[in-house]
Each structure stands twice: as structure tokens, then as C-alpha cells.
């Protein structure tokens, strides 16, 4: 009896240990470059620097957070792909930038150069109009667009313009197509009468709820949480969404351990409900969705390819 | 949420803000703290001459973020201490101005035509509390007219100008600028399309980096501290590196005159000094509201007025205004402080800087993040709390904790500073070249942030040689991506009108204005002369 127990506390100590030593098998060899590609002080970036605190407190790392912001997230990539493939160089990004921002840059870069890490949250990219408009959904909007009605429709990167633009040509109207850095502007502009409907990816949700804001439809292949009857993509008559994630990326060729590392000790922080950040992912993104190694090469992979899709579509 | 809720929540978020300690029980925030050493470095540098409280902004705000971080919590203490030297700033530049003859800042000149003939006299002590009453009241009111101010401008902006009528505000203050600042035009205009030719390098919508020549350096763009630390402060000091070669060193000696005679105020000289008080500062917060025309004229126009003024109403055995008259340095300090209140009108409805410290506080704002200076921050949203607009609060607290720091101790402590301008320039020049390069890298952390610098630094040099100001080059190097933004917005969202600046009756008056200032500020000389 006593031996049995013996044995079992044994192996569940041996278990233990085998559990935490995939994490504990890899340290990074020096302290870790953080790239981040968002403006300092948004939503994106205190999420990068809280992950990168959190890291810090519980495993030891060292962070040295910078920001290297611009042309979609292409500017961190280029940076990236030129830093030590050994885990003392990693960057946050969104899908976005490694589809169809890397690619329309043509700057001699693929997915394929670049080792998926993990993401952290989604998006919930709605397209966003005023309660106060009376539009219900955005069938009501490319009405008031048929009946002559100019439509300033804001917008945060060119993939979205172009799904606008597909809009547009699937229901014979016409928008005004304005460009904004980021989805916190386009809400501004909404908020201040600058522009009619746009794209937001999450910062709605505090005007949704309170009755001030408006989903008009949702930018993903699924339905939204706050709105989930707004329509989709494909029943405005385009067959491209929106999804995207927010992700961290290391260069091409990283160790697998130290891949693996990296998406374990990032997934059990996002995943931590107690943790600030993961209280500002429910919040903000709608929780946390955790993808790593192949199926995030391959997520990455596809958005590279797909984007190319987007873009004939646009040409056509 | 109501307007006084909104007030409310801004003293709170000063005053109960993440605490730094406390005093039996009693938590002193972070915010307050900050106001204050802001304060005080500020009278120290504005006694120092060579310095100004935009050089310990510069070099003070890197090493601030990096300390603070990026959080919303950041704003008010790292805005607070800013807003401290700004305002210390402006007192302490009296002090060598009075005491030696030598002003501390530049908007200090006139007050050594009067403060220092009473420091011959005996009457240091009185001057310096003429100069500390004066400049802490035109401060003041220019607070006041500020907050009634800043709001209903913001409101009627968002309300009436849509985004040509924006994009057109812009250029105007861009042309406003280069016209007014520096003495000509032309070389205004120089300045700024230097500061937009090099903010557009690397920047803009498209994917492929511009005039980057395809080099990885350029691609993202120059980083913002480096182009406005490099041309203001390194370039300051490279030029008075160079002034302090060419020049035989004047021999060390200060003259020290023992004072006599009565040294306080009294209520009669209140009496007598308010009326040239309460004109400097209307002068002052007037022409801090418009974007670039700075304190220096603030004070030159202040003191010709009470000149004027107290030409004839003068008794005959008072002094006249260059001969140690207590109403001239009543009227230059009451004129030059009250700008700088006033100037934080087109900063917070507008988003415009007009002045250098201005520029550091949009540059706090931008790098730490969370609070974009502009007409949309004064949202009175009623169902949920509009941030920005609690910060906005905040701020206008932190002026107000610093105008009480200023009528209690900051007489006391101005008085104390006359030791600063025995500081050789030989040892502060280095020091701030080395401060400066640091608070650089503790910031960017890569070296070629530091090449970047130095090459503003030449470029500023350089400016300062041509007699180029380099301030409408800061102010455009900031504007240029916002009005790039809003001239794109602006064009896309009137539908393609490739004559959107045009169409609109505001906004045609507004580009008939940026052309109209120029022409006027080239023509006024010959009319003069």
C-alpha cells in the first residue's frame, strides 16, 4: 500500500516535472528584442507590453520592448527578418501584416520567412455607423447609398478599402473610401461626424453597449458577440472576411524548442484570467484565442496566398 | 456625466492618481510630486542662462517615458512635470535678467532694462519680487482664459469644419507660423518645408517606404525626438559651442551690489504696478493664443504699452522705463508669462503647437500615447467617461497646483537662484550635448537614432548660422503627417475633388489667409522703412 503510494507520488512528480520541463528546457540565451508595430500606448501595444511583463515575472525573461511602427506592420517585419533567429529577437504583429500587407509591399518577403510564435486574440472587426443615423444594418446603409446619398466609409488598411470596394462593386453604390491609421481614429471619426460608417476592430464595444454605436455588420467569417444578427461578408455580396489575429513572430529558422517555448509560456499568459492583460483581451477583443506552431505556420501561410486572391479580385 | 463631474474626475485623477508615498496616512500622489520638481528645475534652468525650460524638456522627457512607461497612468505625472518647468521656466529667467544683466531666457530682455538699474540701486530683492508678483499673476489669468477658452473653441471646430475645412486650418497655421516667427517669411517658409520634406521621408499611406532611397534606416521614418531634440538643442548647443570659442571669455568677475533700503512689496506698489499688470497679461494671453508669435514679442509689445503709459501718468521724481522703474519689469513679466497658458489654447482644441514648449507637450501626449491633442478630446460624452477629456482636467489641475507652488514658495526659491550664472557655459554646453544624446538612446535604443540626432544637430546649427529659426521646422516636422493625413481624408471623403481646399467657403477664406499672411509679413518692412 505504502510502496503503491510511494510509486504514484513518484510518477506524479516525474509527470510534473516532464510537464514543465518543455517550458523549462529552453531559456533564451540573452535578453529578448520586443518589436512592436503598434503606435505607443494603443490598445495592441499595451497588450505586447503587459504579455511582455507578465513573461518577465514569471519565467525570468528579459524584454526590451521598442516600437517599430508603420506601413501595416511591413516596417517590424523587415526589421525582424534581419535579427538572430536564436529567441533574442521576436515581434507582435497582426495576420494582416504577414498576408496581405507583406505581400502588396513586394519587399522581397514571404510568410515563409518568419516562425509563428503564437496569437494572442482576435478581432472583432464590425463595420460601425451611429444609433443616432437610424441604420439598422448594412443593408440599410448601401439603401441610403442607392438613393443618392454620399457614404464616407472609414477605413484602417488597405485590405479593408479593398473588401469595401468589393462592397461597393457587388451592390452598384458607390463610398467614399476615407483611410485612418488604426481602428481607434476611425471611431474617432465616427464619434465626430467625419465619416458615416467604418471599420472597427474592438474599441466599439463600450459605444455598442451603450446604445450610442451600431454594428452594422460583421467583417469576420462568423457572426460578432455584442451583434451576432448583423450580417456577414457574404451576404453583402463579398466572399472575402476579415479575420485576423494579433500574433508574435520570430525570424525565420527559430529553434522548434524555442518556438515551443515561446508559444506555451505566451498561451498560459493570455489564457490566465486573474492577469490585467487577459482582462483587457475579454474586454476589448473578445477573449483570447491562442494558435501556434503548424497550424499557425499554416494560418499565416494561407492569409499570404489568400491575399493575393483579394487583390485580383480587386483588379478584375 | 455633467460638465462639473468631468472637472471632478480631472482633480481626482491628479490628486488620488498612483500614490509616490504618504504623509501620515495621507497619500501624496505621483502627479503632485511631479508638478513639483518640474517647478523647480524649471526656475533653476530658466535661471541658468544658455538654458531654457524647453532644453530640460527635451532632455528630461525621454528619460521620463522610459521611467513611467507607456501607460495611461504615465500622462499626468510626465505632462505635470512639463507643464512645471514650463511654468518655472518663465520666473526664473528674470533672475540673472535683474541680477546681472544677462537675461536668462530670451522673452527675459526687457526686464533687464529696468531690473537691473534697481539692482544698482540696492533694490535687487524688491525687483525680484515685482518680476515673481507680476509673472505669477499674468500666469494666472492666462490659466483662466485658457480653460474658458480651449473648450468652446474645440466645440465649434468639431462642430463647423469638416475635414477640408481641417486640412485648410493646417496649412494656415503652418503659413501663420512661418510668416510671423523669425523676422522674414521667406526664411520661415525655408524652416518649414525642411520640417515637412523631412517628416514625409519613410512616412505616408503607401507600402513602399518614400524617399527612403531603399535603405532600412530611412524606411520607418525619422524618429520624432531626434528631429526636434537635434535641431532645437543640439544645434543650440553646437552654436554655443561655437560662440564660446570665438569669443575672448570675459573676465569672471560679477559686480555684487549690496542691497538697501526697503525690499518688500507693499500694497501701494501692488496698487500702482496692477494696471501694467492687467495690460501685459491681456497683451500676453492675446498673442499666446495664436500659434508661433512666442513670449519675446509678448514681452517687447508689453513693454511699450506701459512705457507709453507711464510716460504720462508718471510723478516726476519717479524713475522713467530703462532707469530701474518697477512697472517696466511689472509689464515685461506680466507679459511673457502669461503666454504660456494661453499658447496651450491651439495645443488642446487644435492640436497645433505655437510655441517650443508646446511642441514637448504634443510630443508627451504622442509618445506615451492614449491622449491625441485636438478638438475631439473636449467630447462632454454623457453615458460613459471620455478619458481624454478627464486628462484635459488633470492638466488644467496640474497648472493649477503649479500657479500655487508659484505664489508660495516660488518666490522664495527664485530669489535663491542668482548662484546659477556662475555656471561656466564651457562645462553646461557638454553636459547637455551628453544629456541630450542619452535621453535619445534611453528612448530609441539603437544608434542610429543618434546619427539622426547629430544630423539634426548640424542642421540646426546650420539654421541658427543663417539666422533661420528653427522652431516653424519643429512645428511643421509635427503637423506634417497630420496634415497630410486630413489633406488624404479630406480628398477621399469629398469624393475625389481634386479641389476640395477650394469649395467650401471656410476653407477658402482659410487658403486665402495662409497666402495673405505671407504677403503681408513681406511687405510690412518696406512699409516701415
Known amino acids: 500500500m505504502l510502496k503503491s503510494m510511494f510509486k504514484a507520488t513518484v510518477a506524479a512528480v516525474a509527470g510534473l516535472v516532464i510537464a514543465t520541463s518543455s517550458m523549462a528546457d529552453w531559456t533564451p540565451p540573452g535578453p529578448i528584442k520586443l518589436l512592436i508595430a503598434f503606435r505607443a500606448g494603443g490598445g495592441a501595444d499595451t497588450q505586447a507590453r503587459l504579455i511582455a511583463e507578465e513573461l518577465e515575472a514569471s519565467l525570468g525573461w528579459k524584454f526590451i520592448p521598442e516600437q517599430v511602427t508603420g506601413k501595416g506592420g511591413v516596417n517590424l517585419l523587415k526589421a525582424l527578418s534581419g535579427m538572430p533567429n536564436d529567441g533574442t529577437a521576436i515581434g507582435m504583429a497582426v495576420t494582416e501584416s504577414l498576408g496581405y500587407n507583406l505581400r502588396s509591399a513586394n519587399a522581397g518577403l514571404t510568410a515563409a520567412d518568419f516562425t509563428g510564435l503564437s496569437t494572442t486574440a482576435g478581432f472583432q472587426l464590425a463595420i460601425v455607423g451611429r444609433t443616432a443615423d437610424g441604420w439598422k444594418t448594412m443593408h440599410d446603409v448601401i439603401a441610403a447609398a442607392k438613393e443618392g446619398k454620399d457614404i464616407r466609409f472609414g477605413s484602417m488598411s488597405p485590405r479593408l478599402a479593398d473588401m469595401a470596394y468589393l462592397m461597393e462593386e457587388a451592390n452598384g453604390v458607390q463610398f467614399n473610401v476615407v483611410a485612418y491609421k488604426g481602428g481607434k481614429a476611425v471611431l474617432d471619426a465616427i464619434n465626430a461626424g467625419d465619416v458615416d460608417v467604418g471599420f472597427v476592430a474592438g474599441p466599439q464595444g463600450k459605444g455598442v453597449a451603450a446604445g450610442d454605436l451600431v454594428e452594422l455588420a460583421s467583417a469576420l467569417s462568423k457572426p460578432l458577440n455584442a451583434t451576432p444578427d448583423a450580417p456577414l461578408m457574404s451576404d453583402l455580396g463579398v466572399d472575402f472576411d476579415a479575420d485576423g489575429y494579433f500574433v508574435f513572430v520570430g525570424p525565420k529558422g527559430m529553434p522548434a524548442e524555442a518556438q515551443e517555448a515561446f508559444g506555451e509560456a505566451i498561451a498560459s499568459v493570455v489564457s490566465n484570467p486573474d492577469l490585467k492583460v487577459t482582462k483587457i483581451i475579454n474586454k476589448v477583443f473578445g477573449g483570447a484565442t491562442t494558435i501556434q506552431g503548424t497550424e499557425l505556420d499554416q494560418l499565416l501561410q494561407d492569409g499570404y496566398e489568400g491575399a493575393g486572391a483579394l487583390m485580383e479580385a480587386v483588379n478584375q | ?529
Not at chain 2, 534652468?45 to 495611461?72: C, K, N
Not at chain 2, 518647468?85 to 520666473?91: E, H, L, R, Y
Not at chain 2, 522703474?325 to 496651450?344: F, Q
Open chain 2, 1 to 529: 456625466m455633467e460638465v462639473l463631474d468631468y472637472i471632478w474626475l480631472g482633480v481626482q485623477a491628479v490628486f488620488l492618481g498612483p500614490e509616490a508615498f504618504s504623509v501620515l496616512g495621507l497619500p501624496i500622489s505621483i502627479t503632485i510630486l511631479m508638478v513639483l520638481a518640474g517647478f523647480l528645475v524649471g526656475i533653476m534652468v530658466g535661471a541658468t542662462p544658455g538654458l531654457a525650460g524647453p532644453v530640460a524638456m527635451a532632455i528630461s522627457l525621454p528619460i521620463l517615458i522610459s521611467a513611467f512607461g507607456y501607460s495611461e497612468d504615465a500622462l499626468l505625472p510626465v505632462l505635470g512635470f512639463l507643464i512645471g518647468v514650463m511654468k518655472g521656466a518663465t520666473i526664473g529667467g528674470a533672475v540673472p535678467a535683474i541680477l546681472f544683466n544677462t537675461p536668462g531666457t530670451p522673452d527675459a530682455y526687457m526686464t533687464t532694462l529696468d531690473g537691473y538699474p534697481m539692482t544698482q540701486r540696492g533694490q535687487a530683492k524688491k525687483a525680484l519680487r515685482i518680476a515673481h508678483f507680476s509673472s505669477a499673476s499674468g500666469d494666472t489669468f492666462s490659466d483662466v482664459v485658457l480653460i474658458v477658452c480651449a473648450p468652446f473653441l474645440a466645440i465649434i471646430v468639431e462642430a463647423y469644419l469638416d475635414l477640408p475645412e481641417k486640412t485648410a486650418l493646417f496649412i494656415l497655421s503652418l503659413s501663420f507660423i512661418a510668416a510671423v516667427i523669425g523676422g522674414s517669411p521667406a526664411k520661415g517658409l525655408i524652416s518649414t518645408g525642411l520640417g515637412l520634406l523631412a517628416v514625409y521621408i519613410g512616412t505616408g499611406e503607401d507600402f513602399y517606404p518614400r524617399l527612403s532611397f531603399g535603405t532600412e534606416q530611412l524606411a520607418s521614418g525619422f524618429p520624432i525626438a531626434s528631429a526636434v531634440l537635434g535641431v532645437l538643442v543640439i544645434g543650440a548647443v553646437f552654436k554655443g559651442l561655437e560662440e564660446l570659442w570665438l569669443e575672448k571669455r570675459t573676465s569672471g568677475n560679477i559686480a555684487v551690489v549690496q542691497d538697501s533700503g526697503d525690499q518688500r512689496l507693499h500694497v501701494g506698489d501692488i496698487k500702482r504696478l496692477f494696471p501694467f499688470i492687467a495690460r501685459s497679461a491681456f497683451v500676453g494671453t492675446a498673442i499666446g493664443a495664436l500659434p508661433g508669435i512666442g513670449s519675446t514679442l509678448a514681452a517687447t509689445l508689453g513693454y511699450t504699452l506701459g512705457k507709453s503709459r507711464h510716460k504720462k501718468n508718471k510723478e516726476d521724481s519717479d524713475p522713467n522705463f530703462g532707469e530701474g522703474a518697477p512697472e517696466g519689469i511689472a509689464a515685461t513679466e506680466a507679459a511673457n508669462s502669461s503666454v504660456s497658458g494661453a499658447n496651450l489654447i491651439p495645443v488642446l482644441s487644435l492640436g497645433i503647437p505655437g510655441n517650443a514648449a508646446a511642441v514637448f507637450l504634443i510630443l508627451a501626449a504622442e509618445s506615451i500615447g492614449g491622449f491625441n491633442p485636438g478638438p475631439a478630446v473636449f467630447k462632454f460624452t454623457v453615458d460613459e467617461v471620455n478619458p481624454e477629456l478627464v486628462i484635459v482636467f488633470g492638466l488644467f489641475t496640474t497648472m493649477f497646483i503649479a500657479n500655487g507652488l508659484n505664489w508660495t514658495i516660488g518666490g522664495i526659491f527664485m530669489r535663491s537662484m542668482g548662484i546659477m550664472i556662475r555656471i561656466p557655459k564651457h562645462i553646461l554646453l557638454p553636459i547637455v550635448l551628453l544629456l541630450a544624446l542619452t535621453a535619445i538612446y534611453v528612448q530609441e535604443t539603437n544608434m542610429a537614432a543618434i546619427g539622426f540626432t547629430l544630423a539634426f544637430g548640424v542642421l540646426g546649427y546650420f539654421m541658427r548660422t543663417l539666422a533661420i529659426s528653427p522652431l516653424p521646422f519643429v512645428i511643421a516636422f509635427i503637423l506634417g503627417d497630420k496634415l497630410e493625413q486630413s489633406a488624404r481624408q479630406a480628398f477621399a471623403a469629398t469624393g475625389g475633388d481634386p479641389f476640395f481646399l477650394f469649395t467650401s467657403p471656410v476653407a477658402l477664406v482659410f487658403m486665402l489667409l495662409s497666402v495673405g499672411v505671407i504677403i503681408y509679413a513681406t511687405r510690412k518692412p518696406k512699409a516701415n522703412s
